[in-house]
């Protein structure tokens, strides 16, 4: 009785919403007024759907972890949230979070069945009070997670019963006192709750719930003004100042709640439509990249800020959170910077901190990472066990958390516009199905080998030809792109956009080319980090996988998933590079691409037949070589590699033709390397 109530409260809201005023998109809801109009409109999960290698990827996701881990990890197979009597925290709800979108990214019935056996008793468990979850959990911290659950089961199920558990949570906390205490995950992650919230407005356009989020912003944790003053800097790090512990100020230094924080003021700028939380945003990513900067487009998390040192660590989650982060910014502002950085995160950072096969993952990724063991290391408050490649080094949340980094990515790859076109904001292989115009369906398929390569076709289905306008992003890294398109050929330089408005026909292609330049980019020490597109690369190395079952229990999984990785060929080169003419002496190899998983290629692979990881027959699907020189006196300090000699380094030795793989490939890695005096090598790289 209660539920066709609520039932009929929620089908009037939404008939209301039809007269509330919203700009922009006709098909896809934007912020009704009084919020700021977006500047782009997430599409509802599994309106985007992925291809080639980028589906290959989400497969290996199924078949690894993200499909199996509630099957023998006892925190999910005894989880409260389905009825167990054990973990009933933040892990059921973070591993929901990826295995939602996934199990509908892939149409996978049996991931599907999963779903439902996890979200029946979630929404069984919705109480008079608004309430909901397991009963012994009074934290308002994991509901958070489990309000994004529930909020993306909607959007592919149309399950009103999701989105009434969602309207009776926020009118709970629209009548209860406000409880987000700053030294609790609930306080410090407080504006999390806000995209539910904003999400739920644009369903049901209900005031109250602006008043809910209002009341959140102005009693969580402020995170504005700490982007505003950032205390943790360089010289914080240095002097070993950044607090580790659980005060409101330890909490700030945490670096999963950075990665989470920084939407937070963005999230409230489409209620307050001020530009000091716009700016505190901008600001918060520059005093990250400044202080705590590392290659792959992450700062240093180990588990709290750590400089920029590249021996420092970024804990996983920090790299899926970031990743979440910067979606949900790009929806709002659509500053191509945000993207860029988007696919940086995804195509460097995440790959490189899980294995291939998608059943074990670091806690703690290093762009210097030379030994993976457990061994004690300069992180700012880690375990020993931080850097091995296993089934739950350190603590079990990034086992939870990380299986939403591309799920996510992939629905936020295409976004709708507020003229009623589709705007491609990052790129890799897709397909998009969506309403455009007044209401037309059209599915466009971008087939590409990005980010290995620049070139992209996408090709137009639609029943009757149809006008709208489709927009490409330039990345800030490409000099200029060449489209071609309807018979015509045009080249554009200094664009961050381009809007393509055409009547477009069924078989209709846009060919678009991105030149995959090779850049230098100054580091630690002035060390240099090479570039090509979105992708880092990293030296090369030779290595050895050596299964370790150290202090984690593998849950009955068959296989040993604990990795520790020793290198077997020198990692101490400086580059002999010339800054100035980036491809001098330079060739860089394009592989066959194919279908394969991103991390399966040039590195390790599970082999069933020995029983272990081995080399894979699969090459680096782009490899660099240069030529680089033993630098003799650069070694290892505390298990990594010591931060790399002050640049340039007068050269000793013979130089070496090295290679360089993506950084997502390489278990071990030079990534931030010295550079050699070229001044005294002028005669050998000609
Ligand atoms: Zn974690």
Not at 614 to 625: E, G, L, T, Y
Request: hydrophobic share 35%.
């Amino acid at each position: 009785m209660k539920n066709s109530i609520y039932l009929t409260i929620i089908v009037l809201a939404v008939i209301i919403s039809g007269c509330n005023k919203q700009k922009g998109n006709i098909n896809y809801r934007n912020n009704p007024e009084p919020l700021y109009t977006n500047a782009y409109i997430r599409l509802p999960l599994g309106t985007v759907k992925p291809a080639g290698w980028l589906k290959s990827e989400l497969e290996a996701q199924a078949e690894g972890l993200t499909g199996n881990l509630d099957d023998f990890w006892p925190d999910l197979v005894n989880s409260s949230w389905h009825g167990g009597n054990g973990e009933a925290w933040e892990r059921g709800p973070y591993f929901l979070d990826g295995l939602v979108p996934l199990a509908y990214l892939l149409d996978d019935e049996r991931l599907k069945d999963k779903v439902n056996k996890w979200i029946r008793p979630i929404i069984a468990s919705s109480s008079d009070s608004g309430w909901y979850g397991p009963s012994q959990n009074r934290d308002r911290w994991p509901l958070a997670v489990a309000n994004k659950v529930l909020m993306q089961y909607y959007e592919v199920t149309n399950d009103t019963n999701a989105l009434n558990v969602l309207m009776k949570y926020f009118r709970y906390l629209h009548s209860t006192p406000p409880d987000w205490p700053h030294k609790d995950w609930r306080g410090v992650r407080a504006m999390e709750n806000a995209v539910t919230g904003y999400w739920l407005y644009r369903q049901t356009g209900e005031k109250w719930i602006l008043e809910t989020i209002e009341s959140i912003q102005k009693n969580g944790a402020d995170w504005t003004t700490y982007y505003e003053k950032f205390p943790w800097d360089s010289t914080a790090a240095a002097e070993k100042k950044i607090p580790h512990d659980g005060t409101p100020e330890g909490m700030t230094a945490h670096g999963v709640n950075n990665a989470m924080a920084i939407k937070y003021p963005g999230l409230w700028y489409q209620q307050s439509k001020d530009d000091r939380f716009k700016n505190a945003v901008y600001s918060g990513i520059k005093k990250y990249d400044l202080n705590h900067g590392q290659v792959a487009g992450r700062f240093s998390c180990d588990e709290h800020l750590a400089g920029n040192s590249p021996n420092q660590g970024t804990e996983l989650c920090s790299v899926v959170e970031y990743m979440y982060s910067l979606e949900e910014l790009y929806e709002i502002f659509g500053d191509n910077r945000l993207a860029d950085r988007l696919e940086i995160l995804a195509y460097n950072a995440l790959p490189g901190a899980i294995a291939p096969d998608i059943w074990s993952h670091q806690y703690d990724q290093q762009s210097n990472q030379v030994l993976v063991s457990a061994a004690k290391r300069d992180w700012s408050s880690n375990g020993d066990y931080s850097n091995i490649y296993g089934l739950m080094p350190n603590f079990g949340c990034c086992l939870a958390n990380m299986h939403q980094g591309w799920p996510k990515f992939v629905e936020s790859m295409w976004m709708a516009t507020n003229e009623n076109g589709l705007a491609a904001v990052t790129y890799g292989p897709s397909v998009v199905k969506a309403k455009v115009g007044k209401g037309k369906n059209v599915t466009i398929a971008e087939a590409t080998n990005y980010p290995f390569n620049g070139l992209i076709t996408f090709t137009i289905s639609t029943d009757n030809s149809v006008k709208f306008p489709i927009e490409l992003r330039v990345p800030a890294w490409a000099d200029s792109v060449e489209i071609r398109y309807k018979d015509k050929v045009v080249s554009f330089k200094d664009k961050t956009w381009i809007k393509l408005t055409e009547k477009w026909k069924n078989g209709d292609q846009i060919v678009m080319q991105i030149p995959m330049n090779l850049r230098y980019e100054r580091r630690f020490n002035n060390s240099v980090a090479v570039s090509r597109g979105p992708l880092y690369f990293s030296l090369r190395m030779n290595k050895e996988f050596k299964s370790v079952k150290i202090n984690y229990d593998n849950f009955g999984y068959k296989g040993s998933v604990d990795w520790e990785i020793t290198p077997l060929s020198p990692w101490n080169y400086g580059l002999l590079t010339d800054m100035r003419i980036p491809m001098r002496g330079v060739s860089v190899e394009e592989k066959e691409i194919g279908k394969l998983p991103f991390s399966d290629r040039g590195d390790m692979i599970w082999s069933a037949d020995s029983g272990k990881y081995i080399a894979s027959q699969n090459d680096a699907p782009v490899i660099i070589r240069t030529r680089g020189i033993r630098i003799p006196s650069w070694v290892m300090k505390n298990n990594s590699a010591d931060v790399p000699p002050l640049s340039p380094v007068s050269p000793e030795g013979d130089p070496e033709i090295i290679e360089l793989v993506p950084y997502g490939c390489a278990r071990l890695r030079i990534t931030e390397f010295p550079v050699m005096d070229i001044t005294l090598m002028e005669e050998v790289i000609k």
